[in-house]
Structure formats: C-alpha cells, structure tokens
C-alpha cells in the first residue's frame, strides 16, 4: 500500500453500506435499512440529513446530481441505472447587459445575485416517487431532528466557518446563524437551525410544490429579492429535476456511467475512452509513465469543456460526440507517451468549490450515487430570512459575462456544472459506487480511482488513500492563463516527481493540509456476497455497514 499519512481500514457488511463525509447522516441512512427501507430510502434520509449537518457543503439552496442502479429483484426494472440532473436557472431578469450596467465585469460570487434556482428537493421528489418503499416525511425526519435539537459540528465543517467568516458576516441570517456574537462557531459547538427545521417540516408535508410553488416558495423568492435580486415566482415554479438514461462507456470489462450535461461526467468518460489502449496495468501505479499518460488525456478532455460545453438544452454541442469510442480514437494520436503536449485549456467555465458525494448499496443490489452542493463553501452566503436556507452560487461561479462564451448568462439558462458522480457494472452487475468532491478535479480523481483499482489492482481503501495529482489548471477563470503544472499530494514518490519533470511537466506540491477530493466508494464483491465501503480520511466521514 502506497505510503501516507492516513490510514483507515475497509469496512464490511452484507445487507447494507454507507459512506458519507457525514457520520451522523451514515447513521440515520443505515436505521433506515435496519427498519427495513431499501438503499433509496436510505439514501434520501443520507441526503436530507447531510443537507443540515454539512452546512457549508450542500442544502435546500443547493444542487443534486444522482445516479440510481436498481437489483436484479426489482419487480420492474432489476438492473437498471436511471440519472437525475437537479440544477436550477438563472433568475428571469439575469442578462449580461444588466450585469454589465451596473459595472461588474464578472459574475458576483456572492449575495442574490449568484444564486440559481436550488434544484436539491426536486431531486428528493423525483427519487422518492419512483425508488423509495418509505413515506417521504418518514425519511426526512433525522433531518428535522438535528436542525431543530442542534447537532456538534465536525473539524471539516468548523474550519469551512472560520474561513467563511467575513463572508458569511455580510449577510444578517447568516451570521445570527454561524456567527453568534460575532464569533464564527468552533468545533465541538452546537448548531441549532430551528428555521431549517420548520422549512423541512414544510417540505415533509408538501413535497417539492411546497419549495417551488408554495407559501415556501414565495418567501424564498421575496428574500432574494429584498436582497437585491432578480428573481420572479416562475423561476422557481417552473424547475424540473430531468430524469435520464445516464451516459457510458466500456472500461476494462466495466460499464461506466456518469451524470450527462449540464453535469462534467462526460470528462471522465472521455479520458477513459482516451485511455483504454495504452497498457496501463504493465506500469507502476503513480509512475510517471502512467501519470504522464493521464494528464495527457485530461489536457484534451478539458479543452474540450472549455471551448464547447453548455447547457444543453440552449445550446448545441457534441458532447454526445466527445464521449464517443471514434472520437478518442482519433484524438489519441495527440497523446505522445514519452514527453508533454502543448495542448491547454481555453475559455475559462466554473472554479472549484465545496461540495459533498456520498454512497449507498444495500443486499439486494441496490446502489445510489449522489453528489450535491452548493458551490462554493456555504455558497453565495446568503440566507433567506425565517427559512434557515443558505443559497448556492452556483450562477456566480458557472456564468460568463464574455459576449461569446458558451455559458453567458441569460434568463432560465443553465450553467454547466462541476458536480458528477459514477456507477460501474460488470457482467449486469452493480461494481463500483463512486465519487467526490472537489469541483474542477472531481473527474481526475475519478479516473485516478479507477484506473488504481481496474488497472493497477488497487483495493478499495487503497486506491482512495493513494496520494493523488492533479493537472492544474483546469477550468477556474482565475488561473486559467497560468502555465501547466501537475500537483502532488504528499507522499507521492520522489522518482515519480523526476520521472515527470524529465518527460516536460511542472511539478508542484500540494501544501500539507489541503485535501480536495474526499472520496466515498463501495465495491460490490459478488463472489463472496458483500460489501466493501472505503471512506476518504481527508474528509471527517465514515463507512457505516449493516
């Protein structure tokens, strides 16, 4: 096992598995299974309770992005993976010019102004009515109960709080929430939402018309525009989750799906697909042959993002194409196995941001993948009074100003996203459970866990705990003209950072503490009939079996 400074064991179980960066989440999923629910309705209670406890991270005022693989003994649909895309608009009065007359140059990163409609309950509703065995206000209670009893903050979550500090102190509800007397909450203290729990309670009885078209609703929307924004009811009344077939890809005898656009899933389906025909399993794992072939697979795939993803629904663009087996055959050529490529990024999309990924499988092969967010960490800092609701930012960090860029802001348009999250089959069944955090490099920790496990014969907790790279930049607008550099975690071999720097890569550390990525996994083992979970020690959660 590569050498690092965590350690963690595998965890077991036969008829369920969590991992979450939520301890208290994994534990209300996993009494969900103990009183007979299935992996959905787990994962729904997983869901609303992280939207609570991980408060910087993910909530209402957020996104969700979900990936479902229903067992075999489903009476319906026994192994089918089914995709819920839940990301909101912009507001019906958002346009560059308004923007631009009153003297920004870019999109406003926090307040109103860089919110879009939170798609997270839609997600909720849609998953429950077509997975769930559970009432809906059933599952929703732990949720409910931590915002309204309180609950001890984590060491993650009360260093997001201090870091957030002057941000969040802009905005009154915010800082009487996170900030009382003016001192950001700590570690070990006890947050107490009651606002939250009455906003859940109203959505455990009226569902997502409660948050999107009723008296929910019109207070939400009448708090972003007391505050200054653009909002109308309709923006909100008019969000629909979208319910997909997901995209995929053939890897190494596995199925890879990912989350399709609005979502980033496709990057990872495009650097597999760059990848399959270089003999990755005779290298090293973390060799600079191997990682140089990566970085170079992932130069081509974000320059592919950057110069041509959108919403999809506004605007044409082949990202059917770039997922394709042809179109990586014929991009390939551009990878030279023994030194650096020129090819770089172009025309800045989305930064990087905060965000939360857990998973859920149960006996019956049932499996959940499910990342959410609200971009930044606790979004555009703004809370609607009386609601307990932080706001994402996600209009902030994903629209452009630039005349020609592919995500403009415009009225009830889409900004493409960072948020993705994979599922793997093999031979008709669930495989592995995956994905992360960590914005602009979630699909390159993807690929790292995957290629470590189908490629390297990593177990699960290894190939979580390897020490990771990342080829920066990616797609943040502010540091998309900086030079390429590849990015090392500590404890990546000292050969392996020569080997790079004689084959033309920048190499950098990554300074100690800093830890994108805090990656949840679950591997089904069918030969012995159970589960494995690996939770990311870079993050404060756990992996929780039954």
């Keep these: 096992m590569p050498v690092t400074e965590f350690a963690r064991q595998v965890v077991y179980g036969k008829r369920g598995m969590i991992c979450s960066n939520s301890p208290l989440a994994a534990t209300a999923g996993l009494k969900v299974l103990q009183q007979g629910g299935n992996a959905f309705d787990a994962a729904l209670a997983v869901a609303a309770v992280e939207t609570v406890t991980l408060v910087p991270l993910c909530g209402l005022g957020g996104d969700s992005f979900i990936l479902f693989h229903q067992g075999a003994n489903s009476p319906s649909s026994g192994g089918k993976v089914t995709g819920i895309n839940s990301s909101g608009v912009a507001a019906g009065k958002a346009t560059s010019d308004y923007y631009w007359n009153q003297g920004f140059k870019t999109m406003p990163l926090e307040g109103p102004h860089a919110v879009a409609v939170p798609g997270e309950v839609a997600a909720w509703e849609q998953m ?17 109960a931590y915002a309204q009893e309180g609950f001890p903050i984590s060491p993650g979550i009360g260093a997001n709080v201090a870091a957030s500090a002057a941000k969040l102190a802009q905005f009154p509800a915010s800082a009487a929430l996170l900030l009382p007397n003016g001192s950001p909450l700590a570690e070990g203290d006890t947050l107490i939402n009651k606002d939250l729990a009455e906003s859940l309670r109203l959505v455990a009885q009226g569902g997502a018309r409660e948050f999107y078209r009723g008296d929910l609703a019109k207070r939400l929307v009448h708090g972003l525009r007391d505050g200054g924004g653009l909002f109308e009811d309709a923006a909100f009344s008019d969000h629909r989750a979208d319910v997909y077939h997901p995209i995929a890809t053939t890897y190494r005898g596995h199925t890879v799906y990912q989350t399709q656009p609005p ?10 697909n760059l990848l399959e025909s270089f003999p990755l399993s005779s290298m090293e794992h973390n060799s600079p042959e191997a990682i140089h072939l990566m970085v170079e697979a992932k130069k081509i795939a974000y320059a592919d993002r950057n110069r041509l993803a959108a919403d999809p629904l506004l ?10 087996k ?16 020129s090819t770089s990024p172009r025309q800045p999309v989305e930064a990087d941001g905060d965000t939360t990924y857990f998973c859920v499988a149960d006996g019956d092969g049932n499996a959940v993948s499910w990342v959410h967010s609200l971009s930044n960490a606790f979004g555009s800092g703004f809370v609607a009074p009386g609601t307990g609701i932080m706001f994402n930012n996600r209009a902030g960090r994903g629209f452009s100003l630039e005349p020609d860029h592919p995500n403009i802001i415009a009225p009830g348009k889409r900004t493409m996203h960072t948020l993705n999250c994979y599922l793997t089959t093999k031979d008709g069944q669930p495989a592995i459970v995956g994905g992360t955090p960590g914005g602009d490099i979630q699909p390159q920790i993807g690929l790292q866990i995957l290629t470590g496990m189908l490629d390297f014969g990593l177990g699960p907790q290894e190939a979580v705990e390897a020490p990771r790279w990342w080829s920066f930049p990616g797609t943040d607008p502010a540091s998309i003209n900086t030079p390429m550099e590849v990015r090392v975690e500590p404890g990546m071999p000292e050969e392996t950072i020569r080997g790079l720097e004689a084959m033309g890569h920048k190499v950098s550390p990554r300074r100690p503490g800093v830890y994108d990525g805090k990656t949840q996994l679950i591997v089904f083992d069918h030969q012995r009939s159970v589960l494995i979970g690996a939770s990311d020690p870079r993050g404060d959660g756990q992996a929780a079996a039954l």
């Design 128 to 144: 429950h009515q077509r997975f769930c065995t559970l009432p809906f206000a059933e599952l929703l209670e732990p949720a409910i």
């Design 263 to 272: 979502s980033q899933g496709f990057l990872l389906v495009e650097m597999l």
């Design 315 to 324: 605007s044409q663009w082949p990202w059917s194409e770039l997922i394709s």
């Design 326 to 341: 042809p179109y990586a055959k014929g991009r390939r050529s551009e990878i030279d196995p023994a030194k650096v490529s």
